[in-house]
């Protein structure tokens, strides 16, 4: 592995643990074993440094989400959802560090400040979003999903969704001891019944046969 990304991975576990802030460049270089002069030869500064980090996470999360969606197969709108839920789900649990670096508050702080930050944190959640509400869109399409706003929905469902995996990110709940109550939930709110009742009539054996 090259010094640059020695110095990333080190960094990034630092971050997740202690936070940006309380993470001094003297920490990483002891246990890098490079120099602080080389850490500043890569990267400007511990904000770059930062930066850097997230910059490699959002490229890595969507690259998994695109490798999912080529390879999974949905009948429905509703299916495609709940397929989304479930591998993010999972990809919290794979990549347990960097999810906790997303969730520190001083993440959103630098925000605020550092234009560069903001895009990358803004890609991760707009990509994600934008899957969410594609899976709407398509269910209002094939009947598997009620007439909803799908943007709102979208955002409806991430709040549910990326709650409930703060909560294991930060050791305060079992996530997983909730999914199925959060796909029943999302299901209820989603649904098309009417669509449903519909397709069970078509299916009954006619009475008068």
């Given at each position: 592995?090259?010094?640059?990304?020695?110095?990333?991975?080190?960094a990034?576990?630092?971050?997740?643990?202690?936070?940006?802030?309380?993470?001094p460049?003297?920490?990483?270089?002891r246990?890098?074993?490079?120099?602080?002069?080389t850490?500043?030869?890569?990267?400007k500064?511990k904000?770059?440094?930062?930066?850097?980090?997230l910059?490699?996470?959002?490229?890595?999360?969507?690259?998994e989400?695109?490798?999912?969606?080529?390879?999974?197969?949905?009948?429905?709108?509703?299916?495609?959802?709940?397929?989304?839920?479930?591998f993010?789900?999972?990809?919290?649990?794979t990549?347990e560090?960097?999810?906790?670096?997303?969730?520190?508050?001083?993440?959103?702080?630098?925000?605020?400040v550092n234009?560069?930050?903001?895009?990358?944190?803004e890609d991760i959640?707009?990509?994600?979003?934008?899957?969410?509400?594609?899976?709407v869109?398509?269910?209002?399409?094939d009947?598997?999903?009620r007439?909803?706003?799908?943007?709102?929905?979208?955002?409806?469902?991430?709040?549910l969704v990326?709650g409930?995996?703060?909560?294991?990110?930060?050791?305060?709940?079992?996530?997983g001891?909730?999914?199925?109550?959060?796909i029943?939930?999302?299901?209820?709110?989603?649904?098309n019944t009417?669509s449903?009742?519909?397709?069970?009539?078509?299916?009954?054996?006619?009475?008068?046969?």
């Open positions: 592995m090259k010094t640059k990304d020695i110095i990333l991975e080190a990034a576990q630092l971050f997740s643990k202690r936070g940006f802030r309380e993470t460049v003297t920490e990483i270089s246990i890098t074993g490079a120099a602080e002069g850490i500043f030869y890569h990267f500064n904000e770059e440094l930062f930066v850097a980090i910059e490699n996470f959002k490229k890595k999360i969507i690259e989400f695109k490798n999912y969606e080529g390879q999974a197969e949905f009948k429905t709108g509703l299916e495609m959802l709940e397929g989304i839920i479930a993010y789900f999972r990809l919290a649990g990549m560090d960097r999810f906790l670096l997303l969730h520190r508050h001083d993440l959103y702080e630098l925000a605020e234009p560069i930050c903001r895009g990358h944190l959640f707009t990509y994600f979003l934008d899957l969410l509400e594609q899976a869109s398509r269910g209002q399409d009947g598997s999903v007439k909803t706003d799908p943007k709102k929905m979208a955002w409806i469902i991430f709040s990326d409930l995996v703060r909560f294991n990110t930060f050791r305060l709940y079992e996530a001891a909730l999914y199925n109550e959060l029943e939930s999302c299901r209820r709110m989603l649904e009417r449903l009742e519909r397709l069970n009539t078509c299916l009954e054996p006619s009475s008068r046969s």
